[in-house]
């Protein structure tokens, strides 16, 4: 008799690793608490996959030998109180996909830059003509990829939901930009938790893998000491350093593996600002580990489009720069815009607030922004953070106010950044949708 696999949720992860489960021979079962959209509908009728919505039917759920649960399921909802006690198995659409591929993977992780640097690398190595797939956080859903296509290499980005669903599942390069607090109301507001999440990405690597992060973030350090970590380590840093792994020395970025050396200028990298050099370093690295031929890897790290959402810039609006950086869903995201501003900015923040200490913020916010317009429902922490150093702070119920609003605030010369640092859950469906209102709304001007 067949296993019987429940999956609990109805996007991409969870109607890829219905699809990979069906074709592996077990007995499937998605459901969905919420809606789920009408093409995963068509999906699952045309692969026989029974499935329900807005709801979750406990005899059909509590019978499972394994579920699959989508990241975004906390774990605190019943019906995982219930499996856990129990004793079924929750595991992550990637921890079940692991399981059915060869393919060398590529994992990055961290609270920041891990969308950029994935499809950074993505980038290089399709430019150096490999068979690579890109899933994870991004793209087609990993289970999806293994169930239909041949891959021989994988870039993943994940998520600390996503590691904590892994087990067993072991990547060949991790990488780890940095850790920061992020989703702490998902972790009990315990900073500890979210840090060991992350670092399951090294979990189960071997002498034989290996292991790439930022020395400049302290957080990542002191943890690093504490562990016994049998991958090969390279750390980037944008200080001055010899030895493996990536540094910055006179304005030129160098990359050295076993006195393999790569550099480049600095002015002709893509991508800029100090966030952007860390996310460059990190790719390259990677690259130079698959051993991939410099100039490819120099040739990717210029032409590279960047990411919509991060640091995009719209257009002008008489003189006013319009910047979309609606994926700085936390702190330290909108501590490196801030940071690559070079005019005076009205500050387009608020949303679902995760537990964020805007302390790291004052500084710069003193220093470059000149008006900050709250968009989200409950903005009561914005204001007691800044309203010691910025005068004019407002409050308004849309992102068409927000934009209007930053019109007659910016002067011919300044920038409007959308930079929220909290998550968008409260007035849009995800932070794509709040970057697309804001770009639309900038149009419109």
Same mark, same amino acid.
């Given at each position: 008799?067949?296993?019987?696999?429940?999956?609990?949720?109805?996007?991409?992860?969870?109607?890829? *690793?219905?699809?990979? *489960? %069906?074709?592996?021979?077990?007995?499937?079962?998605?459901?969905?608490?919420?809606?789920?959209?009408?093409?995963?509908?068509?999906?699952?009728?045309?692969?026989?996959?029974?499935?329900?919505?807005?709801?979750?039917?406990?005899?059909?759920?509590?019978?499972?030998?394994?579920?699959?649960?989508?990241?975004?399921?906390?774990?605190?909802?019943?019906?995982?109180?219930?499996?856990?006690?129990?004793?079924?198995? &929750?595991?992550?659409?990637?921890?079940?996909?692991?399981?059915?591929?060869?393919?060398?993977?590529?994992?990055?992780?961290?609270?920041?830059?891990?969308?950029?640097?994935?499809?950074?690398?993505?980038?290089?190595? %399709?430019?150096?003509?490999?068979?690579?797939?890109?899933?994870?956080?991004?793209?087609?859903?990993?289970?999806?990829?293994?169930?239909?296509?041949?891959?021989?290499?994988?870039?993943?980005?994940?998520?600390?939901?996503?590691?904590?669903?892994?087990?067993?599942?072991?990547?060949?390069?991790?990488?780890?930009? =940095?850790?920061?607090?992020?989703?702490?109301?998902?972790?009990?507001?315990?900073?500890?938790?979210?840090?060991? #999440?992350?670092?399951? &990405?090294?979990?189960?690597?071997?002498?034989?893998?290996?292991?790439?992060?930022?020395?400049?973030?302290?957080?990542?350090?002191?943890?690093?000491?504490?562990?016994?970590?049998?991958?090969?380590?390279?750390?980037?840093?944008?200080?001055?350093?010899?030895?493996?792994?990536?540094?910055?020395?006179?304005?030129?970025?160098?990359?050295?593996?076993?006195?393999?050396?790569?550099?480049?200028?600095?002015?002709?990298?893509?991508?800029?600002?100090?966030?952007?050099?860390?996310?460059?370093?990190?790719?390259?690295?990677? *690259?130079?580990?698959?051993?991939?031929?410099?100039?490819?890897?120099?040739?990717?790290?210029?032409?590279?489009?960047?990411?919509?959402?991060?640091?995009?810039?719209?257009?002008?609006?008489?003189?006013?720069?319009?910047?979309?950086?609606?994926?700085?869903?936390?702190? =330290? #995201?909108?501590?490196?815009?801030?940071?690559?501003?070079?005019?005076?900015?009205?500050?387009?923040?608020?949303?679902?607030?995760?537990?964020?200490?805007?302390?790291?913020?004052?500084?710069?916010?003193?220093?470059?922004?000149?008006?900050?317009?709250?968009?989200?429902?409950?903005?009561?922490?914005?204001? %007691?953070?800044?309203?010691?150093?910025?005068?004019?702070?407002?409050?308004?119920?849309?992102?068409?106010?927000?934009?209007?609003?930053?019109?007659?605030?910016?002067?011919?010369?300044?920038?409007?950044?959308?930079?929220?640092?909290?998550?968008?859950?409260?007035?849009?469906?995800?932070?794509?949708?709040?970057?697309?209102?804001?770009?639309?709304?900038?149009?419109?001007?």
């Amino acid at each position: 008799m067949s296993k019987r696999i429940v999956i609990l949720g109805g996007g991409e992860s969870g109607v890829g *690793a219905a699809i990979l *489960a %069906k074709t592996k021979g077990f007995e499937v079962f998605l459901s969905d608490k919420g809606n789920l959209k009408d093409k995963y509908k068509t999906i699952l009728n045309d692969n026989s996959i029974k499935w329900e919505e807005k709801q979750h039917t406990e005899e059909l759920i509590l019978n499972a030998d394994t579920v699959i649960k989508s990241p975004g399921i906390p774990d605190k909802a019943e019906i995982v109180r219930k499996l856990k006690e129990k004793n079924i198995p &929750i595991i992550s659409e990637i921890e079940f996909a692991g399981r059915y591929t060869n393919a060398k993977i590529i994992g990055i992780t961290g609270s920041n830059g891990k969308t950029t640097t994935t499809l950074l690398i993505y980038h290089i190595f %399709k430019k150096a003509g490999l068979n690579v797939g890109l899933a994870g956080n991004v793209g087609q859903s990993f289970a999806y990829q293994v169930a239909t296509e041949n891959f021989d290499i994988y870039v993943l980005e994940l998520s600390s939901f996503q590691l904590d669903g892994m087990f067993d599942f072991k990547v060949d390069v991790a990488i780890l930009t =940095n850790i920061t607090p992020d989703h702490l109301d998902r972790y009990d507001y315990n900073f500890q938790n979210y840090i060991d #999440s992350k670092l399951r &990405i090294i979990q189960n690597q071997t002498e034989n893998d290996y292991f790439i992060y930022c020395q400049d973030d302290e957080v990542t350090m002191n943890e690093i000491v504490k562990r016994k970590i049998l991958a090969q380590k390279f750390p980037f840093t944008l200080a001055e350093k010899a030895g493996n792994g990536a540094h910055i020395k006179n304005e030129e970025l160098i990359i050295n593996i076993n006195n393999n050396t790569f550099n480049m200028i600095l002015h002709d990298l893509a991508l800029h600002g100090k966030h952007n050099t860390y996310n460059s370093m990190a790719a390259g690295i990677a *690259a130079h580990v698959f051993k991939i031929r410099k100039d490819t890897i120099r040739e990717s790290l210029f032409d590279f489009q960047g990411v919509e959402h991060r640091l995009e810039p719209v257009i002008k609006v008489h003189g006013i720069q319009y910047i979309n950086d609606s994926k700085a869903t936390n702190v =330290n #995201s909108t501590w490196y815009a801030l940071e690559s501003m070079n005019s005076k900015v009205v500050w387009l923040a608020g949303g679902i607030d995760k537990g964020n200490d805007y302390e790291t913020l004052i500084p710069l916010v003193k220093e470059k922004v000149k008006a900050i317009i709250c968009i989200g429902t409950d903005n009561s922490k914005i204001h %007691k953070a800044f309203k010691k150093v910025v005068e004019n702070i407002i409050d308004v119920s849309s992102i068409e106010e927000a934009v209007q609003k930053s019109y007659y605030l910016a002067k011919k010369g300044e920038t409007v950044l959308l930079s929220p640092a909290c998550a968008s859950f409260d007035l849009f469906e995800n932070y794509e949708e709040r970057g697309r209102r804001f770009k639309k709304a900038v149009r419109n001007l």
